[in-house]
């Protein structure tokens, strides 16, 4: 296959294929756990540290490359993408802090984010991740919020939520040294699809939320003109989505549809909210503080350790151990999908050294008084996909033609085949680290006040959007889709018809059994708390118990693909199931 440029104006003068490629891990001495066989502990988690030096010594010799690859025009779409992708939903979530606990502002929340993608951007081993405030951690914080409530004495919230992560930092840094991310060979789409449809119901609860918060404090007319913006939110970037992936115009034109198509939705509907009876309306705003100040007038440092009650030290350590299955979780799954096997990628990943250094940032993030951040799902794999390069496939001249003619230039193809194919993903670090700068800029004075003119109605629909998009692309969906679809307008090889309906209804069973639990559990205050643990089940749940139920080997294989790549996975030992 030869590469075509990037259709759009591309900034670099070489073709994608010519990025630096990182060295090939060593495979042996990869998936070789230990080298001593008498100890089964050994055997099972190999030496301390030694995933995450492994991580180092492979991810460093593409340092130099991540940054000169960014030369690349796919940074500047993805940048763009991931900024308006990453904060403003990051910022809705948080409203709900904002307004219950009071001890959280906009400027945390954009502390948070930037300071995550500085970090991450820059000593990651896995920069394409996107790392910021998600919905899970907010429903985390504010739970622990009202069980202090409920109590006759509290301690002061965010001394209590600073040993909440300063012992979920210390099992971060423990569960790193000794490799247990090797626990991902055994994560496969059973669980991933579960976490990732109950993310989606999450996003599109929270725009519910915001809508009906609405109707009860502001007033008719306000509420009424939020609605109308939500919607035509999701109709403007939903009308993007399906025009990029038509047939209609050029493709450059239909890339940068699906390139800018958010950013422009974002843009264009808060103008409207300006516009005639949408401006008498007067629609609610996102609050904000003053720059660079936290909520209340309070200092950036919070000294947890000066607690005068022992007991809530120990009391933080459950809620601790909670919010370090969450992210074990939740950042390894969007570091995963991220990394899918969809994407052409060519740098060795490290899970290991990212999990310690999620550590850090929790720990930070006590110390700070703001939300903890972790990976983003959908964000992260909607970075990878901006920065995919697509090409079309030579045609030889020896293959019979059973198209249009195709005008060639040289090797690279520049009319020729409709359907592109990704052919490579530019691996860098400038996008994570711009707009995690671009969450910088949003705190200076004037960007704030700038942020202060989005009406609450756009966040709503942008939550709606994002959800629809990651309910669409979520195979317990397209199964559903595919046990209600006529059999005979099937896609024709579609690996589902080799599997019998019974056991695909099953399946999707046991996976929507698993959401519904999951999503139960967090509509109560008080057994919110405990979501992470049903999260973490799945993973037993799949090692141990589908393989008992009626499944052949090779529809568990069909139902339940591994998550990445070969290639990906052999940071981790490769996969077992």
């Known amino acids: 296959m030869d590469v075509i440029e990037d259709p759009n104006p591309t900034l670099v003068a070489s073709t994608p294929l010519n990025m630096t490629r990182a060295p090939t891990p060593k495979p042996l001495e990869i998936l070789d756990p230990t080298t001593n066989r008498s100890n ?35 940074v500047i779409p993805a940048t763009a993408m991931i900024f308006f992708a990453n904060v403003l939903p990051a910022i809705a979530f948080s409203l709900d802090l904002i ?26 081993a896995q920069p394409l991740c996107i790392v910021g405030v998600t919905g899970p951690i907010t429903v985390f914080n504010k739970t622990i919020y009202d ?21 979920a930092a210390l099992m971060h840094w423990s569960f790193a040294i000794w490799n247990g991310a090797n626990f991902l060979r055994y994560l496969t789409r059973f669980a991933c699809d579960t976490f990732g449809f109950f993310v989606a119901w999450v996003y599109l609860q929270y725009g ?16 009424y003109a939020s609605i109308i913006l939500s919607l035509l939110v999701v109709i403007v970037a939903q009308l993007f989505n399906v025009a990029a992936n038509s047939r209609l115009f050029h493709r450059h034109a239909r890339r940068f549809l699906s390139d800018y198509g958010l950013p422009i939705s974002v843009v264009a509907v808060s103008g409207c909210a300006y516009w005639g009876r949408f401006n008498v309306s007067h629609p609610a705003t996102l609050p904000i503080g003053h720059s660079f100040e936290p909520v209340g007038g309070r200092s950036w440092l919070v000294p947890f350790w000066e607690m005068h009650e022992v007991k809530w030290i120990f009391i933080a350590l459950p809620f601790g151990f909670a919010l370090f299955v969450l992210f074990a979780f939740d950042h390894q799954v969007s570091a995963l999908i991220a990394q899918g096997s969809e994407f052409p990628l060519r740098k060795p990943p490290g899970f290991h050294f990212d ?28 970075h990878t996909q901006s920065l995919v390069v697509h090409g079309i496939p030579h045609k030889h001249d020896d293959e019979e033609s059973n198209g249009p003619e195709e005008k060639t230039a040289g090797n690279a193809h520049i009319r020729g085949l409709p359907k592109e194919e990704p052919i490579a993903v530019v691996e860098q670090r400038v996008s994570n680290l711009a707009q995690g700068a671009l969450s910088i800029v949003l705190l200076t004075g004037p960007f704030l006040r700038l942020l202060s003119f989005i009406p609450r109605g756009v966040l709503a629909g942008l939550f709606w959007h994002m959800g629809i998009d990651a309910l669409v692309g979520n195979a317990i969906t397209q199964r559903i889709l595919f046990l209600l679809r006529d059999r005979t307008l099937q896609v024709e090889g579609d690996p589902l018809l080799k599997v019998r309906k019974s056991r695909i209804v099953l399946f999707t069973i046991i996976e ?5 639990a999951t999503f139960g559990i967090v509509q109560n205050s008080l057994s919110a708390i405990g979501f992470p643990i049903i999260i973490g089940i799945l993973v037993p749940l799949r090692i141990w118990i ?3 139920l009626p499944f052949t080997e090779d529809e568990l294989a069909i139902l339940d693909q591994p998550t990445a790549s070969p290639f990906t996975m052999a940071s981790v030992g490769g996969m077992k199931i």
Not at 48 to 68: E, H, K, N, Q, V
Not at 208 to 223: G, I
Not at 512 to 516: D, I, R
């Open 40 to 74: 089964s502990l050994y055997k099972r988690f190999g030496f301390p540290f030694r995933g995450i030096f492994r991580d180092i010594t492979a991810r460093l010799p593409s340092y130099i490359s991540d940054w000169t690859d960014a030369y690349n025009y796919r």
């Open 99 to 124: 307004e219950t606990t009071g001890q959280y502002g906009v400027t945390e929340v954009l502390i948070a984010s930037s300071l995550a993608a500085g970090l991450f951007s820059l000593f990651a």
């Open 147 to 167: 069980t202090l409530q409920k109590q006759s004495n509290p301690p002061e919230y965010l001394h209590f939520v600073g040993w909440v992560y300063f012992w």
């Open 208 to 223: 519910v939320q915001m809508t009906t918060r609405q109707l009860q404090h502001s007033s008719a007319d306000a509420a």
């Open 355 to 382: 999990f310690f250094l999620l550590g850090v940032m929790t720990f930070i993030s006590g110390i700070l008084g703001i939300p903890a951040p972790n990976g983003l799902i959908p964000q992260a794999p909607i």
């Open 512 to 516: 929507l059994a698993a959401f519904g």
């Open 546 to 548: 589908l393989p008992l």
